[in-house]
C-alpha cells in the first residue's frame, strides 16, 4: 500500500492564481480530511468528507473547495490564492470503523508559497 | 467550543534527561486522544492513542501517556530522552466515532547530544 500520497510537494503561486492540490489514498477508507499547518497554531482542519459525494467545513475553510467523487480521491482547490495561504497542507485519511479507529493517516504534505 | 491545549512551545533537553509533555482538552464527551510525533522533514505519524481501557497506554519509542478524566489531562512522558526524539509533538482530541479531530499546537522538542 502507498498509503496517503500528496502531489506536488512544493508549489509557488502568484495572488490571484487557482491551483488544485492532490490527495488519493488506497486504503478504502472513508473518511479524508485536508489541514493546514502554520507555525505555533498546530494543524487546523479545512474541510473533511465522511465518504464519497459528502464534504463539510472544519475550522478554516474560506478561499477553499473540496470535492469527493471517489472514495479514493479528495482533491483541494485554492481558488484565489492569497499570502495568507501560504502553509504546509497535509491531507489525512481514517477509518472511523475498523480496528485503527479514528487514527489518521497523513500524506507526506505539501508546501505552498503565495506570492 | 472544542479545544486542545498544550502547554510548551519549545522544550530542551540534554539526553537521558526524562521528558513531559502536557495536553489538556475541553470536550464534553467520550473522547480518543492521540499524540502524534512529525520528525524534521517527515510527515506526521501516531505515537500513541487511547480509546478506552487502562488510561495509561504505551507507544512506540519508549513514549507513554496518561488519560486523567478529572483533569481533562493526556500528558506525554518518557523516562530518557535520546537525541533522534527531536521532533514537534502534538494532542489531537476527536469524539469517539466522530470524524472531526482537533490538534493542539505542538511542542517542538530539541534534545542536546
Known amino acids: 500500500n502507498a498509503g496517503v500520497t500528496q502531489t506536488p510537494k512544493f508549489q509557488v503561486l502568484k495572488t490571484g492564481q487557482s491551483m488544485t492540490l492532490q490527495c488519493a489514498q488506497d486504503?478504502?477508507?472513508?473518511?479524508m480530511s485536508w489541514y493546514r499547518q502554520d507555525p505555533g497554531m498546530g494543524l487546523r482542519l479545512i474541510h473533511y468528507s465522511v465518504g464519497a459525494g459528502i464534504t463539510d467545513q472544519g475550522e478554516v475553510p474560506n478561499g477553499y473547495n473540496v470535492s469527493r467523487s471517489t472514495t479514493e480521491d479528495f482533491p483541494l482547490r485554492l481558488l484565489s490564492a492569497a499570502p495568507s495561504q501560504t502553509s504546509v497542507y497535509f491531507c489525512?485519511?481514517?477509518?472511523?470503523?475498523?480496528?485503527?479507529?479514528?487514527?489518521?493517516?497523513f500524506g507526506p504534505g505539501t508546501r505552498l508559497t503565495v506570492l | 467550543a472544542q479545544s486542545v491545549s498544550q502547554h510548551n512551545h519549545h522544550v530542551i533537553l540534554s539526553e537521558a534527561a526524562s521528558l513531559e509533555l502536557g495536553c489538556n482538552y475541553s470536550?464534553?464527551?467520550?473522547?480518543?486522544l492521540f499524540w502524534y510525533v512529525q520528525y524534521p522533514g517527515q510527515h506526521l505519524q501516531l505515537l500513541l492513542k487511547?480509546?478506552?481501557?487502562?488510561?495509561l497506554v504505551k507507544g512506540i519509542k519508549g513514549f507513554e501517556a496518561e488519560f486523567i478524566k478529572s483533569k481533562f489531562s493526556f500528558n506525554l512522558r518518557k523516562p530518557s530522552v535520546q537525541w533522534s526524539d527531536t521532533a514537534e509533538y502534538f494532542c489531537a482530541v476527536s469524539l469517539t466515532g466522530g470524524f472531526k479531530t482537533i490538534f493542539g499546537a505542538g511542542t517542538r522538542l530539541f534534545v542536546k547530544a
Open positions: 487511547y480509546f478506552s481501557g487502562d488510561p
Open positions: 489525512a485519511s481514517s477509518s472511523p470503523l475498523s480496528s485503527s479507529g479514528d487514527t489518521q493517516y
Open positions: 486504503m478504502n477508507h472513508e473518511y
Open positions: 470536550y464534553g464527551g467520550t473522547v480518543n
